[in-house]
């Protein structure tokens, strides 16, 4: 678990950098950097989601996912934790949900987090999670900045989801092959556009409804590939 204990560290340690440096920034300053963040999210997902092999796997990942996700309204139980959090800590940033949500999901949709947690969970060198915590370090003080402290408690779920997976590695080993890593990761590359969409006030996509997609092109591409 050391990988995944270094990458949260880097979250809150950048967090941390990113909320000094939101308190002295105006606010046509963070908000352009809020719209940087929300570019950068955008060409991030599209990368990944060229990764796919199938079209077809994608497409029904989605919809299905969707559906799932829709009727359990993921998205709706994590506003509430997100509103629950700030509330306990008296926060007044209205940005907070949505930092915690925007944070949790480009730190954990890449194949780096997947890969990286196999990786020290088969007893190997945690390189890949050490390099990816340099990354989500400098990211955590640019979101930070331009979303506020919800930011920082992204490391609760990233810790659970990385930790998890590296905690179950050998049972995953045989199943989590390329074909399988590479069709959630476009998937989760779509979502990634999705999130962008959202920083950008383009359009409001509930996101989060689409996390059941992940499995659902996991189960398709280990049967179909």
């Not at 990233?158 to 049972?171: C, P």
């Not at 556009?193 to 950008?200: H, K, Q, S, T």
């Amino acid at each position: 678990m050391l990988g995944t204990l270094v990458n949260a560290g880097a979250v809150v340690a950048g967090s941390a950098a990113g909320l000094l440096i939101h308190d002295r920034l105006p606010k046509r300053v963070t908000d352009i950097v809020f719209q940087a963040i929300g570019l950068f999210t955008l060409v991030l997902g599209m990368q990944m989601a060229l990764k796919t092999d199938s079209l077809l796997i994608m497409i029904f990942s989605l919809v299905v996912g969707a559906v799932v996700g829709e009727l359990l309204d993921i998205d709706a139980l994590v506003q509430r934790l997100g509103g629950w959090l700030r509330r306990r800590l008296g926060s007044r940033n209205d940005r907070f949900s949505e930092g915690f949500v925007t944070a949790f999901l480009l730190y954990c949709m890449g194949s780096m987090t997947v890969l990286g947690a196999i990786e020290e969970g088969l007893g190997g060198s945690p390189d890949l999670l050490l390099a990816k915590s340099v990354l989500d370090g400098f990211s955590s003080i640019a979101l930070a900045a331009g979303m506020g402290i919800g930011v920082m408690f992204s490391a609760l779920p990233l810790l659970l989801y990385q930790g998890g997976l590296t905690l179950t590695a050998g049972s995953l080993q045989h199943v989590l092959s390329d074909p399988v890593i590479a069709e959630i990761t476009a998937v989760g590359g779509v979502m990634l556009l999705g999130l962008g969409v959202r920083i950008l006030d383009i359009r409001e996509i509930r996101v989060l409804n689409l996390l059941p997609s992940l499995v659902v092109a996991g189960v398709l591409a280990a049967v179909l590939l």
